[in-house]
């Protein structure tokens, strides 16, 4: 049972434009997300959280909503650069637990 | 900045062999985990460990073992190596909150760059 999912496994944006990545849960319990960004031969790189007080979360060219009542949330990136292409996870998790649930990611290519 | 330090970036394994991956952090951190990230299935966790010696399964603990002897160290162990074990291995520390967490008071994990094990 997979209880955070990322339906598109790429996506691919022009140089400058929105990038929009989305994830879906089914967990209530999530109080807790997080988006990472991960290049080829590196680790996952901490990128935006947002707690479920919270519907949106703003760091510089990301933005992160979330809509509680349809369980989703999605991660903006705008303007879009080169180095922007990586594979995102979204993760989750609650109080209680230290247990993280990851998407399986979305490869995002930005074209120059 | 928290670095997460993985021994090895490559590594080449025999089946039936037994392997361990070493994991150090050097910001303290009480929470360390084990995740295996496999294409199409995500980052999945194989242990975690949230005080010296104290430790809990994950979702897929079958074939691992993990050893935490001293705070910053983690250590994964697969006692005897099988094919299906051939997997990018990642490492990732977090502090800890204590007693009942305020939603805004989660941290997120910081990772090592990982192990790519094969067994052949």
């Known amino acids: 049972d997979q209880q955070v999912k990322q339906n598109s496994p790429s996506l691919s944006v022009q140089e400058g434009r929105i990038s929009i990545l989305n994830c879906d849960y089914t967990?209530?319990?999530?109080?807790?997300f997080l988006w990472y960004k991960k290049y080829p031969a590196e680790g996952p790189t901490f990128l935006i959280s947002?707690?479920?007080?919270?519907d949106k979360n703003e760091d510089g060219r990301f933005t992160v909503f979330l809509n509680k009542s349809a369980k989703h949330l999605s991660l903006h990136i705008v303007p879009s650069q080169p180095g922007d292409s990586a594979v995102y996870f979204c993760?989750?998790?609650?109080?209680?637990?230290?247990?993280?649930?990851f998407g399986t990611g979305t490869r995002l290519k930005v074209l120059a | 900045d928290v670095k997460v330090t993985q021994s090895s970036r490559y590594l080449v394994k025999r089946t039936g062999e037994k392997v361990f991956l070493e994991c150090v952090q050097d910001?303290?951190?009480?929470?360390m985990f084990w995740y295996r990230q496999d294409p199409g299935l995500g980052l999945r966790l194989i242990y975690f460990?949230?005080?010296?010696?104290?430790?809990e399964k994950g979702d897929i603990p079958e074939g691992y073992s993990v050893s935490r002897e001293k705070k910053e160290r983690f250590s994964l162990i697969l006692e005897s190596a099988s094919t299906n074990q051939t997997s990018m291995y990642l490492c990732?520390?977090?502090?800890?909150?204590?007693?009942?967490?305020?939603?805004?008071?989660?941290?997120?994990?910081?990772f090592g760059d990982g192990t790519r094990l094969s067994i052949l």
């Open positions: 990732a520390s977090s502090f800890i909150s204590r007693g009942r967490r305020p939603q805004y008071s989660n941290q997120p994990q910081h």
């Open positions: 967990n209530s319990m999530f109080d807790y």
């Open positions: 947002i707690s479920s007080i919270k």
């Open positions: 993760a989750a998790t609650h109080s209680g637990t230290y247990k993280y649930i």
């Open positions: 910001m303290d951190h009480e929470n």
């Open positions: 460990s949230y005080d010296v010696k104290m430790k």
